[in-house]
């Protein structure tokens, strides 16, 4: 972990990394996409329109599993100070914003034709619908705490914020179990290595789970390079000035 | 109900997010990366 | 920045933040599991049969009722619009009667919510109906085949 404190050795790996990780998810996306739509057989009881699941599912995974990569960044930040941590936190809530936005909108396009309404306040659709209000917050608390300059990173308070709002994380992942709820309950699960899919519908969703994790990795990195290049941008500018 | 035009509407938003997000990520870090290498070669 | 932090950085002040955080963290964990249990019953988005039954919800009073269409229960009326069903979790089963466009998912062996309140006869008169699907997907040639929503088991033995 501290072989990559330093952004010279992290971007060492970083920089190699991010085609391979862009044009390596992207194949798999349009691979698993096509799959999805074109070879998996139509669902039993919904027809066609089953086929959201290929990148609702993909987008919900990285809905969550962005906050939980903030969560990370957060607990390097306070515990360790690691230069890198708040970078990386910035880095990784736009997107994980965007895909959950993703996630509700495909979720909400999904349920009209198989519940019959865009929207139902149900346990797992409300509180998908705060994990987004979540990443806003998130996403204000580490532009306000840039701006008042604080190294380069997001401040302490919006660290704090990262870890409290990873409450809703076990909340989303239980509401099916806990509550009645609209949402139909989990299909896979990795502790038993067992799914409700039929194999010959499971391997798309595998490829496109794969494929957007990758692409939302190099996504991060693209990011926290940017966010390097402008810090050292700005250091030299000031020193410049000052000079 | 035909399905066909939820399932198009939900891969093309997800088409549309994905790319334009690529986009932006690429063109900011190009941008900034070569500002960076330009200010430091005047040093 | 060094500099700055070096003081407060020692391995002793990390063993002790670190500690800090994960006691903080461990603590808001447990209260909110312990919230979202109290609220259990109130969170929920729908009654099954059962619970209606068991809670003596008044007549008139709106709610969601949430089962499966028990077999054989759908009875369309002659105006093609009203439908006759009954609603059942396997310890209770409740008449429902709807006037309006089912869902396609709408069907018998099938979950369904639907919204209204019971009538002064004990019919559940819905003025919404919402389909609900299970978590199982799989072509249409394996409809029909056993299988355990506990181990997530397909048994095709019986095919």
Known sequence: ?243 | MNPWPFVIAAYGLTFVATVATSLWAWQRARQAERRAADLLERD | MVAVTSNRSGPKRKHQRLVLVLLALAAMIGGVLLAMSALRSQAAYFYTPAEALAAKVEPGRAIRLGGMVEAGSIKRHGDGTTVDFRLTDGEATVPATFTGITPDLFAENSGAVAEGAFGPDGVFRATNILAKHDERYMPREMEGIDYDPQTHQVDSSGQ
């Open chain 1, 1 to 243: 972990m501290h072989v990559l404190a330093n952004p010279r050795r992290f971007l060492a790996i970083a920089v190699p990394a991010t085609p391979w990780c862009f044009w390596g998810g992207i194949a798999l996306i349009l691979a698993g996409c096509w799959a999805g739509l074109f070879v998996a057989p139509a669902d039993y009881l919904q027809g066609h329109s089953f086929r959201i699941l290929y990148i609702h599912v993909p987008a919900a995974w990285l809905g969550m599993g962005g906050w939980s990569g903030l969560t990370i960044a957060a607990i390097m930040q306070l515990v360790w100070r690691h230069p890198l941590a708040s970078v990386a936190g910035r880095a990784i809530a736009v997107p994980g914003a965007i895909f959950t936005a993703l996630c509700l909108a495909t979720g909400s396009i999904w349920g009209r034709p198989t519940w019959g309404t865009w929207w139902e306040w149900d346990g797992r659709l409300t509180s998908m619908l705060l994990l987004l209000f979540l990443y806003i917050g998130y996403i204000a608390l580490a532009r306000s705490s840039v701006e008042r300059g604080d190294a380069g990173g997001v401040s302490r308070v919006t660290a704090i914020y990262a870890l409290i709002g990873a409450l809703n994380l076990p909340v989303i992942h239980y509401s099916v179990v806990w509550w009645n709820s609209l949402h139909q309950a989990k299909s896979i699960s990795i502790v038993r290595m067992s799914s409700s899919i039929d194999p010959s519908m499971l391997w798309p969703l595998g490829l496109t789970v794969l494929g957007f994790t990758l692409w939302f990795t190099a996504i991060v990195l693209l990011r926290m390079r940017a966010m390097l290049a402008e810090n050292r941008i700005e250091a030299r500018l000031r020193r410049m000035s000052r000079g």
